[in-house]
Nanobody, 124 residues
């Protein structure tokens, strides 16, 4: 009933930029926090950045000053602008949304939903 679809990943050289997008669709009543996480090969999934419904943001120390998270509450979309990319940023990036949705005549949640992941590779 709810789907998160990511786009914007790819291959980029060190120092380059990419912009990820994640659109939530379905019978959504309200979205609370949204965020981006990443998982590199052989490592655990880690937080990259989060944003509240009101626009307050939080970043991992490793991306502060290089990445910017934003959201469009009308489009139910969260973005991640990634600048000055480094090889260590290489990972599968996942978006997350904590949301309330309709099921039949009822509200359900809030529950966490995840996108399918998009590969970001930083290499020369």
């Amino acid at each position: 009933q709810v789907q998160l679809v990511e786009s914007g990943g790819g291959l980029v050289q060190p120092g380059g930029s990419l912009r990820l997008s994640c659109a939530a669709s379905g019978r959504i009543a309200s979205i609370n926090g949204m965020g981006w996480y990443r998982q590199a090969p052989g490592k655990q999934r880690e937080l990259v950045a989060t944003i509240t419904k009101g626009g307050s943001t939080n970043y991992a120390d490793s991306v502060k000053g290089r990445f910017t998270i934003s959201r469009d509450n009308v489009k139910n979309t969260v973005y991640l602008q990634m600048n000055s990319l480094k090889p260590e940023d290489t990972a599968v990036y996942y978006c997350n949304a904590n949301l309330i949705y309709y099921s039949g005549s009822y509200y359900r949640g809030p529950d966490d939903y995840w996108g399918q992941g998009t590969q970001v590779t930083v290499s020369s």
